[in-house]
């Protein structure tokens, strides 16, 4: 049997139908990407919500939202909102890859796949934006990676799309239960969002983003 991990989201891909794209290939709605999916195309095995040490940010721009991407900072205070789905290894280096828009199966892929199970910490696979992977405990006897960037604390802050955090929100209401006021909250306490995006703006945007699927 192949080996299982847990892949930890907190961003876009806290929406069930958001990550699936990246397992199943296909176009999130409002997104500019294509993806290719998966060379496993089986879907999440289990899922289960979580909250990590660390904190969101939002930085770069994103060639599918446009606006700041969804970063995970485990230094910072407080706590992160997750959803963490059971896949194979193999899996998630392809959605890793996949992030960085290297093929599934492909060489980054492949090494990827052979690293996990030595990853006890953090590691950094590239320079890239998101091949830093950071290991979050076991669950149920499989491992808790995340993929976020290797140095968050020099990225330059970016106010997110409204697409983009609608599918936040959308997955954040899926993984959470929250209601709207407290997905606003959240959201506005974000470095790249505080400031940009005001409480009523979030939690109309909230709203938008529809009750969990």
Same mark, same amino acid.
């Given at each position: 049997m192949r080996p299982l991990v847990w892949y930890?989201?907190?961003g876009s891909n806290l929406a069930k139908d958001r990550f699936c794209c990246y397992l199943l290939g296909g176009r999130p709605a409002g997104g500019a990407r294509e993806y290719e999916g998966c060379r496993d195309r089986s879907g999440p095995r289990d899922a289960w919500s979580i909250e990590a040490p660390g904190g969101l940010l939002f930085a770069g721009r994103s060639m599918v939202w446009g606006g700041g991407m969804a970063f995970y900072d485990r230094a910072a205070a407080g706590t992160i909102a997750c959803r963490a789905y059971l896949v194979t290894a193999e899996q998630f280096a392809d959605v890793?890859?996949? &992030?960085?828009?290297?093929?599934?199966? +492909? &060489?980054?892929?492949?090494?990827?796949? +052979?690293l996990l199970p030595d990853v006890e910490t953090i590691v950094t696979t590239g320079s890239g934006m998101y091949e830093t992977i950071v290991r979050l405990g076991d669950h149920h006897g499989a491992p808790m990676f995340t993929i976020t960037h290797h140095d968050v604390a020099n990225l330059s802050l970016a106010s997110p799309s409204g697409r983009y955090l609608e599918w936040v929100a959308r997955g954040l209401r899926e993984a959470h239960a929250w209601d709207d006021l407290r997905i606003a909250t959240y959201l506005e306490a974000s470095p790249g969002v505080r400031g940009a995006w005001s409480s009523d703006e979030l939690t109309a945007l909230a709203r938008a983003a529809g009750p969990a699927g």
């Open positions: 930890v989201a907190y890793a890859a996949q &992030e960085m828009r290297r093929p599934p199966g +492909g &060489e980054f892929a492949v090494e990827l796949t +052979g």
